[in-house]
Nanobody
Framework: QVQLVESGGGLVQTGGSLRLSCAAS????????MGWFRQAPGKERVFVAA????????YYADSVKGRFTISRDNAKNTVSLQMTSLTPEDTAVYYC???????????????????WGQGTQVTVSS
């Protein structure tokens, strides 16, 4: 029903910035909550940020709050993650995901998201 294609990953220096983008197929994109998750080598996949369908409500992990900004353009069926002040702790594979309902009442749970992108590598050098 929904296919997600990510772009924008790459290698940056500590303190630098990157903007990740996710393009979604389907006519019902505007009805989905969209999220970003990341997984570092040897670690569990964790929540990064999410945005409700209208774009009026956003959520951020404490580790990225104030540095990352999630946004969406429903007319273009895209969601973005603007990342600033990057550190090596941000090095991970980043995944875009789409959800229709919150698992256990939480949009921060990966189990809320039924559709996932392929992932894009972000590497921050020290």
């Amino acid at each position: 029903q929904v296919q997600l294609v990510e772009s924008g990953g790459g290698l940056v220096q500590t303190g630098g910035s990157l903007r990740l983008s996710c393009a979604a197929s389907g006519r019902t994109f505007s009805s989905y909550t969209m999220g970003w998750f990341r997984q570092a080598p040897g670690k569990e996949r964790v929540f990064v940020a999410a945005i409700r369908s209208s774009g009026s409500i956003t959520y951020y992990a404490d580790s990225v709050k104030g540095r990352f900004t999630i946004s969406r353009d429903n007319a273009k069926n895209t969601v973005s993650l603007q990342m600033t002040s990057l550190t090596p702790e941000d090095t991970a594979v980043y995944y875009c995901a789409a959800a229709q309902a919150p698992y256990g009442g939480s949009w921060l749970s990966s189990r809320s998201y039924g559709y996932w992108g392929q992932g894009t590598q972000v590497t921050v050098s020290s």
